[in-house]
């Protein structure tokens, strides 16, 4: 379920988790809001925000070491492969429209292997991913089926501690006689206040465009290459044969767990074969 943490990407995640502790420290070693409270014995927020933190370093383990639906091996038996459950099988089945018509697959050119609908192999992954959205080179891992609602968590949670750390820097710049004694002072903590604002402006666009095209039932994938997707590039621009409505398509990403055989979705009773 999870890659080793010694892989590929270790130093990605090293810079990530040491950028993470070393810009933390900093706002508790300057004359913030946080190291007053924590000098004052008022530990509860010094301790959530350090909590608060941990728990994203972890979130961030969990979704860049997460198997994102790697597809190893050929199989009829989908239940099996993926380890669903009847009961998950059968409330997954609720949310698709019968059909009769037959469901096709693909192999991949690369990996050989039978490429459900929607899926994609990933050249650095080197593996076909179900449901893929894309590569993210910060978390050294592919965005897919199994992880993209923990990588969205992910994201929320990452903002939570931006725009605290945001606040706490803020509360540490101070004032001073003039610009150079001011500069000398506080250097640095306005530097991580800086980065910490980009960070929050990149990682805000990220969970907004991402709730966007959850909403939308499509990935990042199939949105910037609708027209040279097979299944979707005789569909018309606003035409997505994955669509259920906002609600059903918010509630099946974020409360239905399992594996949903979108073909059953794209060829249901009613809608145009392509």
Not at 43 to 69: E, H, N, R
Not at 73 to 96: A, K, M, N
Not at 142 to 148: A, D, F, L
Request: with cysteine.
């Amino acid at each position: 379920m999870f890659k080793n943490v010694f892989g590929s990407g270790f130093l990605v995640r090293t810079a990530h988790v040491v950028l993470t502790w070393v810009t933390t420290l900093i706002l508790f070693l300057h004359d913030t809001v946080l190291r007053k409270q924590e000098q004052s014995g008022q530990l509860v927020q010094p301790v959530l925000f350090v909590l608060l933190v941990l728990v994203s370093v972890l979130l961030y383990f969990s979704v860049s070491l997460m198997d994102p639906g790697f597809i190893l091996c050929d199989t009829g038996d989908l239940q099996f492969t993926l380890g669903v459950t009847e009961d998950h099988q059968d409330l997954i089945q609720d949310l698709i429209p019968p059909s009769t018509k037959p469901l096709r697959q693909r192999r991949c050119g690369h990996c050989l292997l039978q490429q459900p609908m929607r899926s994609k192999h990933c050249q650095t992954c080197r593996h076909c991913v179900r449901r893929y959205d894309h590569h993210c080179p910060w978390i050294e891992n592919c965005v897919g089926e199994r992880n993209h609602r923990w990588f969205l968590l992910y994201l929320a949670v990452q903002l939570l501690v931006l725009l605290w750390g945001l606040h706490i820097a803020w509360t540490g710049l101070g004032s001073a006689p003039g610009w150079a004694p001011w500069l000398r002072a506080i250097g640095v903590l306005l530097a991580v206040l800086l980065l910490l604002l980009l960070l929050a402006l990149v990682v805000l666009l990220l969970l907004g465009s991402h709730l966007y095209l959850v909403s939308l039932n499509t990935t990042t994938w199939e949105f910037m290459a609708h027209h040279r997707i097979s299944y979707l590039k005789h569909c018309g621009a606003d035409e997505n044969p994955f669509d259920r409505g906002s609600v059903h398509n918010l509630w099946g990403f974020f409360c239905v767990w399992g594996t949903v055989v979108w073909e059953q979705v794209y060829f249901r009773e009613g809608s145009n074969p392509v």
